[in-house]
């Protein structure tokens, strides 16, 4: 064979059509296995059923294998998403049967690789324009088996693969290290209410109303339902800023509106060393109990019972608001300082953990196209 064949051979196969990569495969549960029952989320990750099974034919269920893809063309233009997702749990699972399932028999390409090159956004908005006219804008399986790929030699498929798995891999690791450690931290909590005295909240804090009078150009905050501080969403245009209140480091956020009616005691912890503005609708305050941490303090009200009790003593308003002296009833447990410090170290660990696995599981998403482009480079090489 010249070179030339060689050549000519590389552009014809360095673009595959899915239909040549895959073969579509059938298994239905006629048994009637109990295996876990799974769906595709829009981030084609795997999740448990959210359909109620009760009185549902399991038997017409599909079952996959490690290494099966589940591919669903529903919806794919009104959410901007291919669903497909590659299974690699060692424990068969049950898929619903609406879904295609295949399996990739054409040695040419790793399965890994064809689920790398889908996670792409370039590929979501590509299967939102071939999707066909319907409501949902489907994606049929036929005009998805005609999408064609790149596809470089297996040992650049394989570096490309290796390192997108390392970036999993950190993810993973991470968000195992995060949940025992926040279950830990907050049964904890849990027992420290009943091992240590409880002070209520007014003995342990000072609130204060500082205003913007010198209308300072800090970033306007809010807070949301997960206790944290968010950029406001209200449309400040003319609005005058010097009435709002000013929040340093180590200050507190309160509202006690809608209490009742979201389950939550929305409290915030300012931790930035830039001052901010808030609404002057929040309470603003700050530890002044030198037996209580503030970083302590928090961590108790993230506590999912705690906004259950907040929602138990609002107010029977439409709202059903935490008016702020009843907020200051609440009693908290106050363990020795050491005590508090060592719950408090146990969540930064939770924390730094979900963090960083937050931020693998970016940088995962961004790498896609670059490994992408790399792989393609190697072909056109």
């Known amino acids: 064979m010249t070179s030339n064949d060689t050549d000519m051979r590389l552009r014809d196969s360095s673009n595959i059509s899915i239909r040549e990569l895959i073969r579509e495969v059938d298994v239905r549960n006629t048994k009637g296995k109990k295996l876990s029952v799974l769906g595709i989320n829009i981030t ?83 299967g939102a324009f071939i999707s066909d006219s319907s409501v949902r804008a489907n994606l049929d399986w036929s005009r998805f088996l005609d999408i064609k790929i790149p596809v470089p030699d297996i040992e650049t498929q394989r570096h490309l693969v290796e390192v997108w798995k390392g970036l999993d891999a950190i993810k993973m690791d991470n968000e195992a290290l995060a949940s025992p450690l926040m279950n830990l931290c907050m049964s904890y909590l849990d027992r420290i209410k009943r091992d240590y005295p409880t002070i209520p909240i007014r003995e342990l804090i000072q609130d204060f109303d500082a205003r913007n009078i010198n209308d300072e150009t ?24 010097r009435k709002y209140k000013v929040v340093q480091k180590g200050d507190f956020v309160f509202s006690g509106m809608q209490t009742g009616r979201d389950n939550c005691i929305r409290l915030g912890l300012y931790t930035n060393s830039i001052p901010a503005l808030i609404s002057p609708a929040y309470s603003t305050f700050t530890i002044t109990n030198s037996d209580i941490s503030p ?87």
């Open 295 to 381: 970083q302590y303090f928090y961590l108790y009200f993230l506590r999912k019972e705690l906004d259950r009790y907040g929602a138990f003593i609002s107010d029977s308003s439409v709202r059903a608001n935490l008016d702020w002296s009843r907020f200051t009833e609440i009693h908290i447990p106050v363990p020795p300082l050491s005590i508090q410090q060592a719950i408090v170290d146990i969540y930064t660990c939770a924390r730094e953990s979900r963090e960083i696995a937050v931020e693998a599981g970016e940088l995962s998403k961004q790498a896609c196209p670059a490994l992408i482009r790399r792989g393609t480079c190697s072909i056109a090489s």
């Open 218 to 241: 800090f970033p306007v905050f809010g807070l949301n339902r997960d206790k944290k501080f968010i950029p406001t969403v209200a449309n400040l245009n003319g609005i005058d800023l």
């Open 44 to 126: 084609k990750e795997f999740i448990p059923t959210v359909a109620n099974t009760d009185g549902v034919d399991l038997r017409k269920y599909k079952i996959i294998h490690k290494s099966d893809f589940v591919f669903s063309g529903m919806q794919t233009g009104r959410d901007m998403c291919i669903r497909l997702g590659l299974y690699m749990d060692s424990m068969p699972a049950l898929v619903s049967p609406a879904y295609s399932t295949f399996t990739v028999t054409n040695p040419v390409v790793l399965s890994e690789y064809l689920y790398l090159y889908f996670v792409r956004k370039e590929m979501d908005r590509y």
